[in-house]
């Protein structure tokens, strides 16, 4: 089983809905959790990170935890084009600094 | 977040020649990291760079094929050893602060081809 889990996609959305990605882990003891957002040729960049359980809005986007069932999701509110990259999430295990990312999915926003 | 550079930006190597990737922050940070993001894949750690001793690598990465220097807060460098095609890859540093203090922030990334 791998150690962070994400559906590969292509996750396709019209513009202005809401994209729903999700991501499973298997460390327990995990505290920490991160989306980047990578954009073709580009570096990954922070969209948000989350430490407890329920919900956390940034803007466009809401980070949602449940540790009980080991998994992440990222809702991003009235989709643009401009979202259309891959979403990674990050998760620190090992109980020390180490961050551990899934495979990434890849959203596409339509017009 | 950081303002993080890396150099070069991009390289294209003969196989079995080396190269440095320099990575500079812009003002003192607690933690440094080496990733390599192969053509269509995720990130993986290669290691910590820990300042004024030898990094801590992860499973599948040794210091001869990537040695690692971290001499200040600011600075580190990564060689990739006696490059193969497979090194192929982008090559990314990245940074934490002391809050929040496991954020990562990371660097334009370095693209190597190798020959």
């Known amino acids: 089983q791998k150690e962070v889990e994400q559906n590969s996609g292509p996750l396709s959305v019209p513009e202005g809905a809401i994209a729903s990605l999700n991501c499973t882990y298997s460390d327990r003891g995990s505290q920490s959790f991160f989306w980047y957002r990578q954009y073709s040729g580009k570096s990954p960049e922070l969209i948000m990170f989350i430490y407890s359980n329920g919900d956390k809005e940034d803007g466009r986007f809401t980070a949602q935890l449940n540790k009980a069932s080991q998994y992440v999701s990222l809702l991003i509110r009235d989709s643009q084009p401009s979202d259309s990259a891959t979403y990674l999430c990050?998760?620190?295990?090992?109980?020390?600094?180490?961050?551990?990312f899934g495979t990434g999915t890849q959203l596409k926003v339509e017009l | 977040s950081a303002v993080i550079s890396q150099k070069p930006s991009r390289d294209i190597c003969q196989r079995g020649t080396s190269l440095t990737i320099q990575c500079q922050v812009d003002s003192q940070v607690t933690m440094m990291f080496w990733y390599r993001q192969q053509p269509g894949q995720s990130l993986t750690l290669i290691a910590t760079a820990n300042q004024g001793s030898e990094a801590t690598y992860e499973s599948g990465f040794v210091i001869d094929k990537f040695p690692i220097s971290r001499p200040n807060l600011t600075f580190s460098t990564l060689t990739v050893s006696n490059m193969s095609p497979e090194d192929s890859s982008i090559y990314l540093c990245?940074?934490?602060?002391?809050?929040?203090?496991?954020?990562?922030?990371f660097g334009p990334g370095t693209r190597l081809l190798v020959l």
């Open positions: 990050a998760v620190i295990t090992g109980g020390g600094n180490k961050l551990t």
């Open positions: 990245s940074v934490t602060r002391q809050t929040p203090w496991e954020t990562q922030y």
